[in-house]
């Protein structure tokens, strides 16, 4: 049974890393980045809840008197 040749697979698991870096950096080279990107305000809505017309208390489990 022949043995298997791995004395190239270093090189091969490199040229990979290389050629993926470069792809990478060529599609990232491509895309317009803001130099002085500024917020947009936006205007909060105000709901009406029907919760909101009615007063309401929350009674927690542990600040009921024992």
Do not use: G, R
């Not at 040749?5 to 080279?29: C, E, H, N, R, Y």
């Not at 305000?41 to 600040?63: D, G, V």
């Amino acid at each position: 049974m022949p043995q298997l040749d791995t004395s190239t697979w270093l090189m091969m698991i490199m040229s990979m890393f290389l050629a993926l870096f470069i792809i990478f950096q060529m599609k990232v080279s491509k895309h317009n980045f803001h130099f002085n990107p500024e917020p947009t305000l936006t205007k909060m809505q105000k709901q009406n809840n029907p919760w909101e017309m009615k007063w309401t208390k929350i009674y927690l489990p542990l600040s009921l008197p024992q």
